[in-house]
């Protein structure tokens, strides 16, 4: 059993937030091989601040996956900024599945909780408990 955790992928998503006000959203693979078939169940889905000039969930990643994702491998694109972000939601439940070692499928639910902490003066971002939790 310990072997098998060993050398299954795991896979990551994770909001990142920069000092400019940009947001990131990235995703990667943790582990010793490669995932396929990857899948996510975003709830609440993600919202932007673009509104309805720019629906996240309607990318490809989100609407039929990724492929394949070697070990090590990121993939990262902007998704907002905080800027105007103020009372939105920013805590998602992510379900991810995946096949990992000899196609065996693996699913687990990942916490994209509150990512960023914004002060009173200026709601400028800090990083504290950035990323995601395995459940």
Known sequence: ???????????????????????????????????????FTVEPPLVTTRGNQWNVMDLQIFQSGI???????VIEFFFDTWIGRGEMNDRHEVTVTYTGVKRALLEHPLDVTPWLERSSVGQSPTTRGVGTQPL
């Open 67 to 73: 492929k394949s994702l070697a070990p090590g491998r």
């Open 1 to 39: 059993m310990l072997r098998n955790a060993q050398v299954r992928p795991f896979i990551v998503i994770e909001f990142r937030p920069e000092p400019t006000s940009v947001i990131h959203l990235r995703i990667s693979t943790v582990g010793s091989t490669m995932a396929r078939d990857i899948r």
